[in-house]
């Protein structure tokens, strides 16, 4: 008969592909936040309470924390992909295009669109192109919103077990569950310790567009969703700060060459700064060197596309404190 423990092992590595090829990464990610967050919360709770009032508490906790999480993912997709979101930044790009077409060299411009309706049409081909990679992160619609939801409420649930003893249990029950609270602790390091470096790069990209270019007498349109644009680009590794850059330094170009080449330079050397805060605060917390997780996110990429290069950090922390467990790196 096969042992438990090796049982849990091999169940929780089948996960990983089954989660990356069924699109579940969203809801995996949402109900691990919400897990890590109550769980945070609850250790807060006074032990003077009753076993009743803790229970009736741990509760509301859960509760809060669903509509918090869930509010915050709502807001972001309604200011990033709503009528005054993303359709002014789509507006400013073309305005942007439009006055590169008459600057560049006549071989470069006639490669650029007209007019806004063309400029639609061809970022239209090239979703259509990436649509494959773009949905296999699972960001596609009411399908995904109902993942999101099961994800927080199986989180939220999960949590009641942490608090167990889990001696009594079954070895298959005890080995999963031991599975589950490593993924947990993985995902707790890697995801606050992506928080802080986007929280970081926001900082420095917001001081630069609301308070540096103003001195200057250069003022950017869209600077609060451009910042908010910084953040949440920047809690994907790597390919979040080339989306926000671009971005910024295409915005730049609209008003001129100069503004635009100062934007490339402040914010190259942020990116520059962002490698070593990175290799500081995440390879610090899951105690790997920045080559480990990059070549962790090349090979996932490689293997399941952008959702499992987005993947690939907290997978491999799990890995490493897996094999740190059975003391065999």
């Given at each position: 008969?096969?042992?438990?423990?090796?049982?849990s092992?091999?169940?929780?590595?089948?996960?990983?592909?089954?989660?990356?090829?069924?699109?579940?990464?969203?809801?995996?990610?949402?109900?691990?936040?919400?897990?890590?967050?109550?769980?945070?919360?609850?250790?807060?709770?006074?032990?003077?309470?009753?076993?009743?009032?803790?229970?009736?508490?741990?509760?509301?906790?859960?509760l809060?924390v669903?509509?918090?999480?869930?509010?915050?993912?709502?807001?972001?997709?309604?200011?990033l992909?709503?009528?005054?979101?993303?359709?002014?930044l789509?507006?400013?790009?073309?305005?942007?295009?439009d006055?590169?077409?008459?600057?560049?060299?006549?071989?470069?411009?006639?490669?650029?669109?007209?007019?806004?309706?063309?400029?639609?049409?061809?970022?239209?081909?090239v979703?259509?192109?990436?649509?494959?990679?773009?949905?296999?992160?699972?960001?596609?619609?009411?399908?995904?919103?109902?993942?999101?939801l099961l994800?927080m409420?199986?989180?939220?649930?999960?949590?009641?077990?942490?608090?167990?003893?889990?001696?009594?249990?079954?070895?298959?029950?005890?080995?999963?569950?031991?599975?589950?609270?490593?993924?947990?602790?993985?995902?707790?390091?890697?995801?606050?310790?992506?928080?802080?470096?986007?929280?970081?790069?926001?900082?420095?990209?917001?001081?630069?567009?609301?308070?540096?270019?103003p001195?200057?007498?250069?003022?950017?349109?869209?600077?609060?969703?451009?910042?908010?644009?910084?953040?949440?680009a920047?809690?994907?590794?790597?390919?979040?700060?080339?989306?926000?850059?671009?971005?910024?330094?295409?915005?730049s170009?609209?008003?001129?060459?100069?503004?635009?080449?100062?934007?490339?330079?402040?914010?190259?050397?942020?990116?520059?700064?962002e490698?070593?805060?990175?290799?500081?605060i995440?390879?610090?917390?899951?105690?790997?060197?920045?080559?480990?997780?990059?070549c962790?996110?090349?090979?996932?990429?490689?293997?399941?596309?952008?959702?499992?290069?987005?993947?690939?950090?907290v997978?491999?922390?799990?890995?490493?404190?897996?094999?740190?467990?059975?003391?065999?790196?």
């Open positions: 008969m096969p042992n438990p423990i090796v049982m092992y091999l169940l929780a590595a089948l996960a990983v592909p089954v989660v990356l090829h069924y699109h579940l990464l969203p809801a995996v990610f949402a109900g691990l936040a919400v897990h890590v967050l109550t769980v945070k919360l609850a250790r807060r709770l006074p032990e003077r309470w009753g076993v009743l009032a803790h229970k009736v508490a741990l509760a509301g906790i859960i809060i669903m509509l918090l999480v869930f509010g915050i993912c709502l807001v972001l997709w309604s200011f992909w709503g009528h005054h979101g993303m359709a002014s789509l507006a400013a790009v073309a305005e942007t295009l006055n590169l077409k008459r600057t560049l060299p006549s071989d470069l411009a006639a490669a650029l669109p007209d007019t806004v309706e063309e400029l639609r049409e061809q970022l239209a081909v979703l259509r192109e990436h649509g494959k990679n773009i949905s296999s992160v699972g960001i596609s619609g009411a399908k995904t919103f109902a993942h999101v994800g409420v199986v989180g939220g649930m999960a949590v009641l077990h942490h608090f167990l003893e889990v001696e009594t249990w079954p070895p298959l029950s005890s080995g999963l569950h031991a599975r589950l609270l490593a993924l947990a602790n993985a995902f707790e390091k890697v995801v606050f310790a992506q928080v802080k470096i986007s929280a970081l790069n926001t900082l420095l990209t917001a001081l630069y567009l609301a308070v540096i270019l001195l200057w007498g250069v003022h950017l349109p869209m600077v609060t969703l451009l910042i908010l644009l910084t953040f949440v920047g809690l994907l590794p790597v390919v979040g700060n080339l989306i926000s850059n671009a971005t910024i330094v295409l915005i170009l609209g008003l001129s060459t100069g503004v635009g080449a100062a934007s490339l330079v402040f914010l190259v050397l942020i990116h520059k700064l490698y070593f805060t990175n290799a500081r995440v390879g610090g917390e899951v105690k790997a060197s920045a080559w480990e997780l990059l962790a996110m090349l090979m996932m990429e490689a293997v399941f596309g952008m959702a499992g290069m987005v993947a690939a950090p997978v491999y922390a799990w890995l490493k404190a897996e094999l740190k467990a059975r003391e065999l790196v």
